[in-house]
């Protein structure tokens, strides 16, 4: 199994009565809250915290990217993606990802993520999400009706744009460019692999299976709310015919892990409360931009007698503008999973059976973690998690989506020359 | 149906292989009808105050009630071609148009383009302009519950409205009107301003511009704008006790202001 850290990057000063006193940590969320000089330790931090799960032996850093939001602080991933590619490690870049029909042209992100490839010796991983109607529709003013359709001819450009040898001509239904051609290709051939975050949605779990691309199903929720939505998936897989290979799919879980479980509650309690009463505030005005949710996937939701209300909005349930729960809710309905490292292995053993998930994507810093207690959760969990996990699913299952850097002695190491300015 | 008498009569015409619906009543010397925001979900009382006088025809724009194929529509000019290929399948040739709100802004489109096919024109609050002192209001950004408010001055006429009728599905009516809603949005994302004010001095047809005067979407600011743009005869007339769907809820008041233009 692989165990990758995930870092949302999110503003850990938001005012305790942030739900109160504003209607939303997303879209448009008041500028008077973001103070540059406290975000400048914020992000220098999280890239301490990101570059020691590396170090400590994580299979995989992952970053994601998030517009006008109060719990992402990444509008642009391949910005941190590239300052982690600097260091020598084997950990790979988990790039989850950019939202492809956000760029224009989106051979931007194809020129990038090479360029991520290449400075890391191969160890990207390319995520391709849609991106939520927050990100796509409200900050970045896509046409809801139209997203879906610019995702996917984005995708074919930018996949033909790593993989077709010589310049061409791409006219497509949004993007026509008379010379593609970028400089450089990326490192890994064909291509990087390519990874999917969906919300839940069967023509997703469908493209996936046909392009042969990982599903990762990100929800803040954990395991216990994902299980249907992983058991939905795998049935989907077992019909067109594909293998239960674990590695198809990713899961993202927040984790606490201390000494003992009532240490572990006296820790993270206040993170946990921050991330789940502040950072998911949503207005539900940005829950629903028409078109965002398919025809086809409404009139499913309708058909599967799940509410109409929740099948008319795009905004995963648990987001919302209501009271915060409480650390008890979110450690009885399973959002984060607390306890010594024992605990903490039984449990995500058994969530990794019952969902079959091979990507195990965590949170182990969240909401407003310091760092020393995002260390120490990293350390506890590398030190005495990892070991008990990572053999999972060893020798039963190959992941073909995992990437293929060069071999170490083959990259290129940092170095500048000693230099002492005179006084 | 609502309103007095009869229903109005049912065909279907292709548009872009896409079938959209025509509702027709009335006799007389025709006046076609583009509708708004939420489409023709069913038959109002404007129509039928018109139709006492006049043949009335209402085309249903595509993803509109009665409608499909706004899914191909990338561009502005994609849905006025989509607007010309239904009106002239509609059987428009020279005659008198009203359109409203979303219809109202396509409307004034073919008539600045197409001025042969358009006699006499009536725009109730159409989209199209953007003035950042009163921008349109985001009707893709509010909360649940909130859009009959919004769109009405009093919130039950537009309850009423998009109300189910005895018999039909609730879900399938409950995705068409938000597949009404997307395929607003996918002509009017994000700002409702799709350049129309660099057409209208090629729009010479008398003009009509009625307003709502509580349109809580457009301000009645707007139609003072379209009155200065447009290049040919003007009159404005603001619609006491009405919001965005003036027609709908000023229904006999709009319908005479209309037939008194028309004629």
Known sequence: ?423 | MSGAGDGPAERMVSVNGSPCRIWEKGRGEPVFYLAGLAGLPRWTGFLDALAEHRRVVAPSLPGFPGGLGHDRLDSPLDWIAATLDLLEAAGMDGADLIGASVGGTLAAEVAALAPGLVRRLVLIAPFGLYDESVPPTDVWAQRPGAEAALLCHDPAAFEAFVAPPEGADPGEWSIARTRAAEAAARLLWPLADTRLERRLHRLRAPTLLLWGAADRILAPAYAARFDRAIAGRTEVVVLPGAGHLADLEAGPAAAAAALRWLS
């Open chain 1, 1 to 423: 199994m692989k165990l990758m850290w995930f870092h949302l990057m999110p503003y850990m000063a938001l005012p305790e009565d942030f739900r109160q006193r504003h209607p939303s940590v997303w879209v448009d969320i008041s500028r008077d809250l973001f103070d540059p000089a406290q975000a400048h330790r914020m992000y220098n931090e999280f890239i301490d915290e990101l570059e020691y799960a590396a170090q400590v032996g994580f299979d995989a850093v992952c970053v994601n990217e998030h517009h006008a939001n109060g719990y992402g602080l990444m509008p642009s991933p391949n910005l941190i993606a590239a300052a982690l590619s600097r260091r020598v490690s084997d950990a790979a870049i988990c790039v989850m990802g950019n939202s492809l029909a956000l760029y224009n042209p989106p051979t931007r992100v194809a020129e990038e993520m090479a360029m991520i490839d290449c400075i890391s010796g191969g160890r990207l991983i390319a995520g391709f999400p849609v991106g939520t109607p927050m990100d796509t529709c409200y900050a970045y003013g896509q046409n809801p009706s139209q997203l879906r359709a610019r995702y996917l001819e984005a995708h074919d450009l930018v996949v033909q744009a790593w993989t077709r040898r010589e310049p061409f001509a791409f006219n497509g239904r949004f993007n026509q460019l008379r010379y593609v051609n970028i400089w450089p290709s990326p490192l890994q051939q064909p291509h990087p692999p390519i990874w999917i975050p969906g919300g839940g949605s069967v023509e997703t779990w469908q493209w996936c299976a046909a392009q042969d691309y990982v599903y990762s199903y990100l929800s803040y929720f954990g395991y216990q709310a994902g299980r249907q939505t992983m058991a939905g998936f795998w049935r989907e897989m077992d019909r067109l015919g594909k293998d239960r290979n674990p590695y198809r799919a990713g899961f993202l879980q927040f984790v606490g892990v201390a000494r003992t479980r009532a240490e572990a509650e006296k820790l993270y309690r206040e993170p946990a409360e921050y991330f789940y009463g502040r950072c998911l505030h949503v207005d539900a005005r940005f829950a629903n931009p028409p078109g965002y949710v398919s025809e086809a996937t409404l009139r499913a939701k309708v058909r599967s007698q799940i509410s109409q209300a929740a099948a008319a909005s795009a905004l995963p349930s648990g987001f919302g503008s209501g009271g915060g729960p409480s650390f008890e809710e979110i450690i009885a309905k399973g959002y984060v999973i607390i306890g010594s490292p024992d605990e903490v292995a039984e449990k995500l053993k058994e969530v990794a059976n019952e969902l079959n998930v091979g990507h195990l994507m965590l949170l182990l810093q969240f909401g407003n973690m310091a760092r020393d207690l995002a260390f120490e959760n990293t350390r506890l969990f590398a030190e005495e998690v990892l070991p008990q996990v990572r053999g999972q699913f060893d020798g039963e299952w190959e992941d073909r989506w995992w990437p293929k850097p060069l071999a170490r002695e083959r990259r290129a190491v940092p170095s500048v020359p000693a230099w002492e300015a005179a006084q």
